[in-house]
């Protein structure tokens, strides 16, 4: 004999059916209470809530023991038994909240021992589905948790990387500088910077990193802190690595490698002098190249190079070129290309030189056109940085 540890109350009048239902219950292993009314079965049900119900009852009956509740149980599952031979009874105890229904007299065990298999299957299953929900819960509530925690952080990460972009609209000795930018995520890859290295020279640079969230926003962290150094070391005497744009560039794929961070970058560094406008730069596969806008029109600087933070011992060339007193120069990174709708790249190259000639050198006006405010959610991010010569 198998034993099993659920309970079953067998409700009937008639002693003999009663005995006979109870003995075989008995005999497969389950836990049987016996009794011969309603008012007993209540009694009994107040001392233990049996795991399954068999019931000679009334519909009133069936239904009152259908909603039975247990602050920690469902229900029990009831199955009537009952001389019968119209359907409309089965239906009718059925609706009452019957689980299933047994036709006097038991004459096969085999057939309550299967709605016994069936019955206890769905409780099973429902019981998995409830404990499925359960645990689905909680992991919501972790998850809730951990995205509201993820959110705070990314939050205050935002506002430091926010805080290390240069003053806005700034006037260095000759140049005014502005710049916008926009992630895609809370955090951004791209980063721009510009400064006075000293009364004679100024730097700027617009860098793109691989990637997007908080691990490309970390290395924005690190071309802050390297620049920041390098000044320092210029200033002390100790090196004079920023004042040579492929140098830079090879400084800060150096210390990229080292990182192991598996992050690259483009990256774009001019150095610009005041007395003669001669501007020397490198480009670390900075794409798309800056636009340059002067009284003769607008044109794309030249230049090319290898991308910053993949190779050991990359090649970057420093190109020089003399501007006029007037002139305004507009970097960006590649997620400007993808807002601007062309349907090739040279075309949308095309087009963002037209931008750049229509701007009146406001980074507001081309913003506007391209709607990039009203955008919340880019492709890309975008960064835009605006170095312009006010003239005599």
Avoid at 204 to 213: E, L, M, T
């Amino acid at each position: 004999m198998s034993s099993h540890a659920e309970r079953m109350l067998v409700i009937d009048k008639d002693d003999s059916c009663r005995q006979y239902l109870s003995r075989g219950l008995l005999a497969i292993g389950y836990y049987v209470v016996s009794v011969s009314s309603i008012k007993e079965a209540l009694v009994s049900i107040a001392n233990g809530r049996p795991d399954l119900i068999f019931g000679d009852l009334s519909t009133d009956e069936i239904s009152m023991l259908s909603k039975l509740k247990d602050p920690d149980f469902p229900p029990s599952p009831v199955v009537a038994f009952s001389h019968t031979e119209e359907a409309a009874d089965v239906v009718t105890a059925l609706r009452a909240g019957a689980s299933d229904f047994i036709i006097k007299p038991i004459n096969d065990f085999s057939l309550v021992e299967e709605v016994i298999k069936r019955i206890f299957e769905q409780i099973r299953v429902v019981r998995l589905n409830q404990r499925y929900r359960v645990e689905l819960e909680d992991a919501n509530r972790e998850l809730k948790a951990g995205i509201a925690e993820l959110k705070a952080d990314q939050k205050a990460g935002l506002k430091v990387q926010m805080k290390m972009l240069p003053e806005r609209e700034k006037k260095l000795k000759g140049i005014e500088c502005d710049y916008f930018i926009k992630p895609s995520l809370f955090l951004s890859g791209d980063f721009l910077d510009y400064f006075k290295i000293d009364s004679k020279r100024a730097i700027f640079y617009i860098a793109d990193v691989s990637g997007h969230g908080a691990s490309s926003a970390f290395v924005t962290v690190l071309l802050k802190n390297l620049s920041n150094r390098l000044l320092r070391n210029f200033k002390r005497g100790s090196t004079d690595e920023i004042l040579y744009p492929d140098r830079m560039l090879h400084r800060i794929n150096r210390e990229l490698l080292e990182t192991e961070f598996g992050k690259h970058l483009t990256m774009f560094v001019g150095i610009l002098e005041n007395d003669t406008n001669r501007l020397t730069y490198s480009v670390g596969a900075h794409f798309p190249m800056p636009v340059l806008m002067t009284d003769d029109g607008v044109e794309y600087l030249e230049g090319s190079g290898m991308p910053v933070g993949l190779f050991e011992d990359p090649t970057y060339r420093v190109y020089d070129r003399v501007l006029p007193k007037k002139f305004a120069l507009w970097l960006f990174s590649d997620g400007i290309l993808e807002v601007i709708n062309a349907s090739s790249l040279a075309d949308k190259e095309q087009q963002l030189l037209s931008l750049v000639e229509d701007s009146d050198n406001s980074i507001e006006k081309l913003s506007n056109a391209l709607q990039l405010n009203r955008m919340e959610e880019l492709p890309d991010d975008i960064a835009i940085l605006t170095v312009s010569g006010v003239g005599n």
